[in-house]
């Protein structure tokens, strides 16, 4: 979170400053992916970048405080998943040849990457065997870290069933947890 820098560096942004945006960008996109390979797996690049071009033609719209910019880029992302969804019921996905793929350059550290895109890929996986309403909670809760308040009005829900969403999948995911450590344990 950018805190006390984020009115400068909004602002900064709103007049077209590449460096402040990278700034938002830098801020955002990690948890913004989180949230879509949770709502959307298999297109949550696509629906990133979908979301930062509609956030970026209405950056000059927005008013409100940084907390508010989260839950206004996430209120956009989750239309973009809803819109996504809806054309997929409406058309067959077209697949392309696994050789039409761009290879990917290697980052700097691929060992520790790679760890760190299992485990949190393992955990987003984990959260998304949830019921959609009970992920989507706490992936806007834990993983963003919007408010309740915020998270009650990008879902359209009540606070209070935020909360019991939240509560209830956050204890299915330790009932989870504690079941597969005694199946190891007992292997």
Known sequence: MLGDAFEAVLAAAVRGDDEAFAALWRDLQPPLLRYLRVRAPDVAEDLANETWLEAIRG?????????????????IARHRTIDWRRRLVRQQPELLPADALPDRAAADDPAADALGAIATRGALALIATLPADQAEAIVLRVVVGLDVAKVAALMGKRP????????????RLAERLSAGLARRGAG
């Open 59 to 75: 950056l000059g719209r927005f008013t409100g405080d940084e907390q508010g910019f989260r839950a206004w880029l996430f209120t």
């Open 160 to 171: 209070g069933a935020v909360r019991v969403l939240t509560h209830r999948g956050l204890r």
